[in-house]
């Protein structure tokens, strides 16, 4: 059965960092298009960054161009986001996903707050 953890949120101040990991269990993690999603209230569900598999291309959503970064870790089952230059409208509960085609598993999420 598929698990997948993450870990790494908090409460943050502006303009500071923070990096997000989600140990995936139960699945070929190898093969699986990993992705990371976030949700706040009042607002639908962004899709924040992507990195696929095999290729390891990535891509980001506009709104973190420049300030965010997605990147696996095939030998530790782990993927990463690395936050930068956060702002208050990134306060959020960040989920991550696995995805091979129709299937995806999901985590329960990591709560980021970025406030002084």
């Known amino acids: 059965q598929a698990q997948l953890v993450e870990s790494g949120g908090g409460l943050v101040r502006p303009g500071g960092s923070l990096r997000l990991s989600c140990v995936v269990s139960g699945i070929t993690f190898s093969g699986y298009d990993m992705n990371w999603y976030r949700h706040s209230p009042g607002k639908e569900r962004e899709l924040v960054a992507g990195?696929?598999?095999?290729?390891?291309?990535?891509k980001v959503a506009d709104s973190v161009a420049g300030r965010f970064s997605i990147s696996r870790d095939n030998t530790e089952r782990t993927v990463y986001l690395e936050m930068n230059s956060l702002k208050p409208e990134d306060t959020a509960v960040y989920s991550c996903n696995a995805q091979l085609g129709s299937i995806n598993y999901w985590g329960q999420g990591t709560q980021v707050t970025v406030s002084s």
């Open positions: 990195i696929s598999s095999p290729s390891g291309r990535t």
